[in-house]
């Protein structure tokens, strides 16, 4: 397969290898074979010691493919990340070495609070997953689509071999907020929070736990996403499909609400005195505001 | 349904899956933890979630190792100092080292400092040069604020130092660091602490400036008292042993600027003086400045004493010459500014050299190199953005100014000066941070919130310029409204935050230039204005509306209609503001320029509605002005709600509507305060508007209270020679005439008197109101032919600018009748009752609780001319408008009540008198209390018909708690000496009579007092004169005096 021929067949074989049922909708997108020439290009910028012969991606890319889209699909992909992918589906050893440091490496900052052995055997796992070949089936990252970030897509993977060890290992805890992660969605390093009296803090907890309890689950999830996983408005809101400021409106309300709970369940339930209730509300008010605008930035 | 795959989920956080799929994985997400946890470690969250707590316990400031601030993650503590706490740290987003301060603003204004903080680190973020220390990142956590910033791999400019160095190399390095520093300055930003310790150099050897004494205030306003920007003054023997122990600990001060020192405020000139300071001990090892305490050294530094270098020094004469101008105690005489400096300093052809050497430097890094290139001459661009200040409030012009006021050899000059300066510097330097901060945002052109943020400040740099142009040219009534002056100026941080609202309807590009050049003649019209310069301000309108003439920009027409309007307004050209006003609104409605149509109906409410006091259309045109404010919204347009709130008051005071005014007035009060602060000249408007209704409330005290506090906040905003101040002496008269203390009254509206005489022409509209109470006051004391003059004036200037159906005309003329009256002219004083009767009926109808007072007056004159069945209709119908107004118990109703009582007595009915008095006196006792001049009054109006009924042993105890209450609360003499003779007479009827000599004194004190307010007591003198003929002197205490 000599040079010139290989430039210039990018866009046959890309119709050559998405499947036929797809094919059709590949049929006279224009500046197809353009496209294609940057996505390999920058795939091969990205990782220049890695080798991978174009056939190969362009096979690969024609795999991950929908029926239609056209060149619109192509520029959204990204395309190092895809290169890289594809070179370590097909056991290139750069990209492996790359795949290590620049993406694996990156994991466990987002894997949460999860003790060093078990990031380690997080990792371990993620490996064989990812890169090893089970058989037939080729391996798991051959699955990345290019779609969004490799290290994101890879991320979730790590996230849920944690929660499958802790399954296993009878470590259901994971899942459950711990009080301080729950205070902390109010008061995110808060010195403060640190001098409330031991009884209060339980108090706050419990409260918060109770009132938590007693959202509506669209809102619990939204104000846990939020504040607790720190998801941006952005992120949100291109999740739930609507504009940014009607996301933070809703997660305005919802924490609105979540305050009224809160202060119905301290005062009523566990009958604290007046003036604690109401500089553990305060508390609560003003570092949630703080805690909001820190994060809506 | 199963927990979605990786590829699902990465796809629903990009937002790349079908709709479909969409609503069916969120509703997943919604339920399921284990996802929300996956999605978050997919999304580019914060992820401080999850990690370890960050404070251990017991040191909530210190971070551990592997601790996590917003997105960082601590790796060891560098170092701190007095603001906070530095950290290496790692940033994993971006995967490179950092440096994390922490800064923990304390003391009683945590979270202003803490946005103060927040707002320059944002601006030293923006600021990107070689020679500035980078700042990556700006954020909270919790109370404190952190940076991050570049990690400099390398060594204080202090240690680097301290090797020996040849002069060239130390001069290099910094010329660098000056360049950094001016590169803040042009982004408008001050060092406040430049040091050798907080100038970094690289292993590179490049120097970058650090630490920005970010936490100290910024200008010569001075927000932040607990945070001083001098070391507190301390005791001289602990600041020598500091600075000798331990002089790099406590250095700052040593290369501190005097103004600096002296607690002045700090700018640009002075960062020069400290880097001089630092290149002068660099070059010569030995700081310029000797002393060995705070204050040797601070005399050394104004007095500009610099130790002279080593002779062997091989500096040459060219930067050591260029070092000492840096020194210069006086900031005008070092150079304007860093670029000047850093050109003396390095020679021509050196300076080539050094930027040949920058650019080799960052050739291999093109990417960089162009970035900063561009930024640069984007900065540079900012920078002459920036200059344009210079024409409003630089430092020709701040000289010419404090020259101009000075020459007025007014006593109150200096001081005026003195707070001119020091807000027109903040509202400068407010400007040129804000202006550059919104030239930087523009970079790029997309930004259309910045370019909206730019236009507005440069709208309101043009006011800027056109207050301080009419300052130039002060005179001593221009130094006298400097407040409003200032208060005239509108804010700055609003065109940041809400740009929108506070940009005027711009036009199209072509017209632009016109329409631009117009606003600005507009806006010298304005500070003519508020200047005072009325006449000055209407011919500059009039000229520029025909100059507009067939430039067809309706908004701008209206802006100068607008302005035209309310000019004559404030002449007390009512007629004239009205149809001006209404051109304005047409204009305006053409233009759908709502924001102008809105100030329009707000100023027609108060021309109208309360100048004119033509009340019946004030309730449409404020129906109108109400509709406007909703529909552009009270929160987006304080100002105009707050306008709208005062105005209304005013015209439902007018109306007599007191508690309408009330909530009007109660409520702009509080919106005032909002958004102007409590202690701003519309506050004060409020305090005595609201004192106004107290005042007709019948509440003396409340009003006086209100009125004072309005009185003190006026003083010192205004000084206390302001005509303006004469308004409100005047009320504050009015009040404390209610409470008896007629002296002082009397006193406070001479000095009202005096102060508008001062400033206006004598016939002026502002001097009715104080004349005509002048009058009234003048006429208790008797003292008839000064009243009438004052009251004819008043009634003469009410008549003109009110109008003759106004109910203050009628006000005057009513107080002409009771002069005649006192003057026993009772056909004149019946002609001027009937006439400002008529006169308030055909302005308000006669049924409105304003045409009450004249009834009254009628009555009582028509009583004394014995026409009692006339006297008694009037005086019922008063009656029955103030009880309609105010109620059957209110105090108001009194002055319908006592003449009744009166009439009663002389028609012989004394019983309805005494229920007449008795309800006057509960009304009273309800209202004030038992010790008022009103309830002596009401007291003595029951004794005299107990009296008239017999029973003078029920008298007696009323008359003498009357009459102690007269002591101590005087008023009215006639009233008074009235209270004497009826003691006196009921002593004399007393059964047994064993007081008569004591009768006979209080007869005669009686008749002295009568007699000295001359031809106003002359009927009651005819009676206790009678009376003591009947009832001559006894000669013993035992021997009762025959009565007829």
């Not at chain 1, 001098?195 to 509506?216: D, F, G, I, W």
């Not at chain 2, 909530?663 to 702009?668: A, I, P, S």
Request: net charge neutral; charged share 25%; with cysteine.
């Amino acid at each position: 397969m000599s040079g010139p021929r290989e430039e210039e067949s990018l866009s046959a074989l890309l119709r050559a290898h998405v499947p036929p049922e797809r094919s059709a909708g590949w049929e006279g997108v224009e500046g197809l074979e353009t496209l294609l020439r940057e996505l390999l290009g920058k795939g091969r910028e990205a990782w220049p010691a890695v080798t991978l012969p174009a056939e190969t991606f362009v096979k690969h890319l024609g795999r991950h493919l929908p029926a239609e889209g056209g060149a619109e699909v192509l520029r959204q992909l990204h395309g190092a990340d895809l290169y890289l992918a594809c070179a370590c589906a097909v056991g290139e050893r750069h990209a492996l070495l790359a795949f290590e440091q620049h993406v694996l490496q990156k994991v466990p900052a987002r894997l949460g609070q999860v003790a060093a052995s078990t990031v380690d055997e997080v990792l371990q796992v993620m490996r064989q997953r990812l890169l090893l070949g089970r058989g037939d089936t080729p391996p798991r990252i051959a699955d990345y689509s290019g779609r969004g970030p490799l290290l994101s897509w890879v991320r979730i993977i790590g996230v849920r071999i944690v929660g499958e060890l802790a399954s296993l290992d009878g470590r259901q805890e994971l899942f459950d907020e711990p009080p301080e992660t729950l205070a902390r969605m109010l008061a995110p390093n808060d010195p403060e929070r640190d001098l409330l009296k031991e009884n209060s803090r339980q108090a706050l907890v419990t409260a918060l736990r109770t009132a938590l309890a007693a959202m509506p689950e669209g809102e619990r999830a939204l104000l846990r996403l939020h504040h607790i996983h720190g998801l941006t408005m952005d992120r949100l809101a291109t999740m739930y499909g609507e504009p940014r400021s009607s996301i933070a409106r809703r997660v305005m309300h919802a924490r609105e609400r979540l305050l009224k709970l809160t202060r119905g369940e301290l005062a009523s339930r566990l009958r604290l005195d007046g003036s604690e209730l109401e500089s553990l509300l305060g508390l609560v008010r003003s570092r949630l505001d703080l805690s909001l605008n820190h994060l809506m930035d | 349904m199963g927990c979605p795959d990786e590829t699902t989920l990465s796809d629903f956080l990009v937002g790349l899956l079908p709709e479909a799929r969409r609503q069916e994985v969120l509703a997943h997400v919604e339920g399921c933890a284990a996802c929300q946890r996956a999605l978050a470690a997919g999304g580019d969250s914060t992820p401080t979630a999850g990690v370890p707590e960050a404070s251990p316990p017991g040191s909530p400031e210190l971070l551990a190792r592997g601790a996590t601030l917003s997105r960082y993650v601590v790796r060891e503590r560098l170092g701190s100092g007095a603001m906070g706490v530095v950290y290496a740290a790692y940033d994993p987003e971006l995967d490179r080292q950092v440096a994390l301060k922490l800064l923990r603003p304390e003391g009683r204004h945590v979270e202003e400092l803490k946005q103060r903080l927040l707002r320059e680190a944002q601006a030293l973020a923006r600021l990107s040069h070689p020679h500035v220390v980078a700042v990556h990142d700006v954020g909270v956590c919790g109370d404190g604020v952190f940076l991050a910033l570049e990690l400099v791999d390398g060594t204080t400019l202090a240690d680097w130092l301290k090797e020996p160095r040849p002069w060239r190399e130390v001069l290099r390095v910094f010329l660098d660091a000056g360049r950094g520093l001016a590169a803040a300055h042009a982004a408008g930003l001050v060092h406040r602490d430049f040091k050798p310790a907080n100038v970094l150099v690289g292993r590179d050897g490049r120097a970058r400036v650090t630490d920005f004494g970010l936490a100290r205030p910024a200008t010569r306003a001075g927000m932040l008292p607990e945070t001083p920007t001098a070391p507190p003054a301390a005791p001289e023997e602990d600041s020598l042993g500091q600075l000798t122990r331990t002089g790099a600990l406590l250095g700052t001060p040593a290369y501190m600027a005097p103004e600096q020192l002296d607690g002045h405020g700090v700018d640009a000139l002075s960062d020069q003086f400290s880097f001089c300071v630092a290149l002068y001990e660099a070059l010569y090892g030995m700081r310029p400045f000797e002393g060995l305490s705070l204050r040797e050294l601070g005399r050394a530094a104004r007095e500009g004493k610099v130790k002279a270098p080593g002779r062997d020094s091989k500096v040459p004469a060219r930067v050591r010459n260029a070092v000492l101008r840096g020194l210069r105690p006086r900031p005008e005489e070092r150079f304007p500014s860093m670029e000047a400096l850093l050109a003396a300093l390095a020679p021509g052809p050196s300076r080539v050299r050094t930027w040949v050497a920058v650019s080799a430097a960052t050739a291999c890094l093109v990417g960089v190199a162009v970035g900063y290139v561009v930024a640069h001459r984007h900065a540079a661009q900012c920078a002459q953005e920036v200059e344009k200040l210079d024409a409003a409030w630089g430092p020709a012009r701040r000289e010419r100014v404090r020259a101009a006021f000075l020459a007025t050899n007014k006593p109150y000059a200096a001081d005026a000066w003195e707070k001119l300066s020091s807000a027109l510097d903040a509202h400068a330097s407010l400007w040129r941070s804000l202006r550059t901060e919104s030239c930087v945002a523009a970079d790029g052109g997309t930004s259309g919130l910045a370019l909206q943020t730019s236009a507005c400040l440069d709208a309101r740099l043009w006011q800027f310029a056109a207050v301080t142009e009419v300052l130039e040219k002060a005179d001593a009534q221009t130094v006298q409204n400097v407040p409003q002056l200032v208060a005239s100026l509108e804010g700055l941080a609003v065109c940041r935050d809400a740009p929108a609202s506070s940009t005027r309807p711009q036009p199209s590009e072509l017209l632009r230039p016109r329409v631009d050049a117009a606003r600005r003649k507009l806006a010298e019209a304005r500070a003519r204005m508020e200047a005072g310069r009325h006449a000055e301000g209407i011919e500059m309108t009039s000229a520029l509306l025909k100059e507009i003439d067939g430039l067809d920009y309706r908004p701008l027409e209206a802006e100068v209609l607008f302005l035209l309007g309310q000019l004559h307004g404030h002449a007390g050209k009512s007629k004239e503001a009205e149809d001006i006003l209404y051109r304005a609104l047409w204009a305006a409605e053409a233009g759908r320029d709502d924001e102008t149509v809105a100030r329009v109906w707000v100023l027609l409410v108060w021309i109208v509605g309360d100048q004119m006091a033509r009340v019946g259309e004030a309730d449409r045109l404020a129906q109108h002005a109400r509709a406007v404010v909703e529909r552009l919204g009270r929160e987006r347009f304080p100002a105009i709600a707050t306008d709208l709130h005062l105005r209304l008051g005013g015209v439902r005071l007018v109306q007599g509507k007191l508690e309408q005014a009330d909530d009007e007035l109660t409520q702009g009060l509080e919106l005032s305060r909002k958004t102007y602060g409590p202690d701003s000249l519309r506050t004060s408007y409020f305090l005595s508007s609201l004192g106004r209704v107290r005042a007709r409330q019948n509440r003396p005290a409340d009003a006086l209270a209100l009125y004072q506090q309005a009185q003190q906040l006026r003083e010192r905003l205004w000084g206390s020679e302001h005509p303006a101040l004469a308004l409100n002496l005047s009320n504050l008269a009015t009040e404390l005439l209610s409470l008896g203390r007629a002296e002082e009254a009397i006193s406070s509206w001479r000095r009202a008197l005096a102060l508008l005489e001062a400033s206006r022409p004598p016939d002026h509209a502002s001097l009715g109101p104080p004349l005509n109470n002048l009058g009234s006051a003048l006429r208790d004391r008797g003292r008839l032919d000064e009243a009438r003059k004052y009251l004819q004036r008043a009634l003469a200037i009410f008549e003109r600018s009110k109008g003759p159906n106004h109910p203050n005309t009628a006000t005057a003329l009513s107080a002409l009748g009771m002069v005649a009256y006192d003057s026993q002219n009772l056909d004149e004083a019946l002609s001027y009752q009937r006439q400002a009767l008529e006169r308030v009926q055909s302005a308000l109808g006669p049924d409105s609780p304003r045409v009450a007072a004249p009834l009254m007056y009628l009555g009582v004159v028509q009583h004394r001319m014995g026409q009692h069945d006339e006297a008694r209709r009037h005086l019922l119908r008063a009656l029955h408008l103030w009880e309609k107004e105010n109620g059957p118990e209110s105090a108001t109703i009194n002055h319908a009540l006592r003449p009744l009582a009166r009439l009663e007595l002389s028609a012989g009915a004394p019983r309805k008198a005494l229920a007449y008095c008795q309800r006057a006196l509960g009304n009273d006792e309800r209202a004030q209390g038992t010790e008022t001049p009103d309830v002596a009054m009401d007291l003595a109006c029951v004794a005299e018909a107990h009296l008239a009924l017999g029973d003078a042993a029920r008298a007696v105890p009323l008359l003498e708690r009357a009459r102690s209450v007269n002591e101590r609360t005087p008023r009215d003499p006639l009233e008074e000496a009235w209270v004497s003779f009826l003691l006196a007479r009921a002593l004399g009827e007393q059964e047994p009579a064993v007081e008569l000599a004591r009768a006979a004194v209080l007869a005669e004190e009686a008749r002295a007092r009568m007699a000295a307010l001359g031809t106003r007591a002359r009927v009651e003198l005819r009676e206790v004169t009678a009376w003591q003929e009947r009832h001559p002197a006894p000669s013993s205490v035992a021997r009762k005096a025959g009565t007829p």
